[in-house]
DNA sequence: GAATATTCGGACCATCGGTCCGCTTGTCAA
DNA sequence: TTGACAAGCGGACCGATGGTCCGAATATTC
């Protein structure tokens, strides 16, 4: 069962216009102000459509942002090193922050309005507790000795930095990766940052 | 002008009256699920009171937010070291986050609320660039040397944290200021890591 | 106690996410 | 080819919500 018999035709061409409208739209226009009822009417298809393809409208951003961020998922899981498994923690890390990284000054309006949408759900999205279990990962393996939950926090405190909002202010036209480089200085200063002295 | 004749005596008391119930309804419900109706309900005014107070539901929260954390902010203005100027940067960088922390612990579900309502225009709200300003300022004089934009970025990095979800999942029963140590030893570990390699 | 500026309050509006259901259309077996 | 049936479509509809407006009410001032 692939998924229930198969995807019908019509369907299959549907899906592929929501997300074409959707990735049009929110590039044109903020973050924001993309309602569900304006997605429809670009991709010519009607409301319910979208609804009954996406479930919600955080269903929908989730998708074209999971759409985005698939190859970099892959790559860690089973791909070469630096990104996949066998390169050292500190590489890999760098690696893949690297690669998220593009992924958020590509997508900056993307993000914002995935924000907006998801809220309170932020954390127990399928990707963040994705990116957030290998970033803990990792930290922990580089900084061996480091207290598990801390090294927790500091996955989240890194993954809070890919705000829409704040990627689109760090980028500057001169230097189209400045928030890569920001990123990456401060995940090496984490990495780097000598033992913390016994709190308590 | 004190501010143009004085407000009103009645304004005044709904002013509070709504200050209350907002936070009433924030504090027993969650960060959301407070609409403007339910609030002057509670306070039992009219909506458009509410509006004429404080112009929107962002202001009203903003509104609510800024009285929780007037007292550091004039503390960290005028008042005694480590807080107030005269410390050394480190010192009051750990004061000031402490203080932060502090508040948010206790208002987690208002910064949610709060973010929600801000939205995007959460990097130019005046407390937002009071804080970041602070931090960068005291991150740059702790780390001299270091890349101004740099400073601010890190600036962000730290308050980015500060997520009202993140809080609330941080915190724990048996160890109730775990999210303000954590904060303090992320920071920590920020002023105290090598110079980074120059990169480009 | 009257004149006046300010404020009140809630009806009203537009928008938006989400639901529903009668109609259309793709699919597949005969 | 055709017919029957499941799957999908679309847009009218709903409830909630942020925000506006203006006649009525009231604090303030002289």
Redesign the interface.
């Known amino acids: 069962m692939a998924e229930q018999r198969q995807e019908r035709a019509d369907a299959a061409r549907n899906r592929r216009a929501v997300l074409r409208a959707a990735e049009r739209l929110v590039a044109e226009h903020?973050?924001?102000h993309v309602s569900l009822d304006r997605v429809a009417a670009e991709a010519g298809v009607g409301k319910g459509t979208v609804f009954r393809r996406f479930g919600s409208r955080t269903g929908l951003l989730r998708a074209l942002l999971e759409e985005r961020s698939l190859a970099l998922r892959e790559a860690i899981v089973d791909g070469p090193p630096p990104l996949g498994p066998g390169a050292p923690a500190r590489e890999r890390l760098t690696a893949f922050l690297d690669g998220l990284c593009g992924i958020a000054e590509a997508n900056a309006a993307l993000l914002?309005a995935h924000e907006?949408a998801c809220?309170?759900a932020?954390?127990t999205e399928p990707s963040y507790l994705f990116w957030h279990d290998h970033i803990a990962t990792l930290v922990a393996e580089a900084r061996t000795g480091l207290d598990t939950d801390?090294a927790g926090?500091?996955a989240?405190?890194l993954l809070?930095?890919f705000?829409g909002?704040?990627v689109r202010?760090?980028a500057s036209p001169e230097e189209p990766r400045r928030f890569t480089?920001?990123v990456?200085?401060?995940a090496?200063?984490?990495l780097?940052?000598?033992a913390?002295?016994r709190?308590?």
Chains 1, 2 share one sequence.
């Open positions: 903020g973050g924001d914002t907006q809220a309170d932020k954390y801390f926090f500091l989240h405190a809070a930095v705000d909002e704040l202010r760090t480089r920001s990456t200085e401060l090496l200063a984490l780097d940052a000598p913390p002295p709190i308590s």
